[in-house]
């Protein structure tokens, strides 16, 4: 098993940065690959930007370029650096851990989640 906790979610203005963090602990076999999804209501969640284990990063196109993406395995913490923040950015953003050495952005492929962290942009 695998416990995430998100945080470092927050409101910020257009044009603005966060950064978020999942700080995760549990057996390496079921955090193979990680990444950040976001959400809104009544939409269904969508993926922000993935890392596998071999090191390799997909990002959604509405955000390449504008969100960084790591993992500090010995700080067991996963990172989301968001620059240029838009409106559409405003979501619960959720961390998820998966047992697969390879992710795609497609929410099926995580089988751990943790509870989330709201991120609003205003104008």
């Known amino acids: 098993q695998v416990s995430l906790l998100e945080s470092g979610g927050g409101s910020v203005q257009a044009g603005g940065s966060l950064t978020l963090y999942c700080t995760f602990s549990?057996?390496?076999?079921?955090?193979?690959?990680m990444g950040w999804f976001r959400q809104v209501p009544g939409k269904e969640r969508e993926g922000v930007a993935v890392?596998?284990?071999?090191?390799?990063?997909r990002y959604a196109a509405s955000v390449k370029g504008r969100f960084t993406i790591s993992k500090d395995s010995a700080e067991n913490t996963l990172s989301l650096q968001m620059n240029n923040l838009k409106l559409e950015d405003s979501a619960t953003y959720y961390c998820?851990?998966?047992?697969?050495?390879?992710?795609?952005?497609?929410?099926?492929?995580?089988?751990?989640w943790g509870r989330g962290t709201q991120v609003t942009v205003s104008s």
């Open positions: 890392v596998n284990s071999d090191g390799t990063t």
């Open positions: 549990g057996d390496y076999e079921y955090r193979e690959s």
């Open positions: 998820g851990a998966s047992t697969r050495a390879s992710v795609s952005l497609f929410p099926a492929s995580i089988g751990f």
